[in-house]
């Protein structure tokens, strides 16, 4: 199944799922415009409609409702999850300022300290 995100104003609206066969061309390739076709056929063709996938092969991150879709990047990326955290241009994803501890334990972000504050058990 192929995967298929509307775009508006460079925000996804809208994440469709489409049958493989509609991307397969007269030679037997994958080819996304087909798939542009039948998102237009099928659900309309008011705004931009562009392939996503589940393992981030195509533009970088899977597509959700609300992403947006950076064009100089062609990657999707999620709204900034705190105002400290940065971009990493490589991932498009949105990275802490400190990593996660590698401890075993679990973690929560706190914005007013900017930092990871241990989850501790319910006794």
Known sequence: MAHFALIK??????????????LINTEGNEQEALGVIACQTLFGADGTWMQTSYNGNIRKNFAGIGYTYDLARNAFIA???????????????????????????????????TSWVKVEAPE
Do not use: F, M
Not at 9 to 22: C, T
């Open 9 to 22: 104003n460079n925000i996804v609206q809208q994440v469709v799922v489409i049958d493989d066969a509609s």
């Open 79 to 113: 709204l900034q999850p705190y105002a400290s955290w940065v971009l990493n241009e490589t991932t498009c994803r949105w990275e802490a300022p400190t990593p996660y501890p590698d401890d075993g334990n679990a973690y929560t972000w706190d914005e007013s300290t």
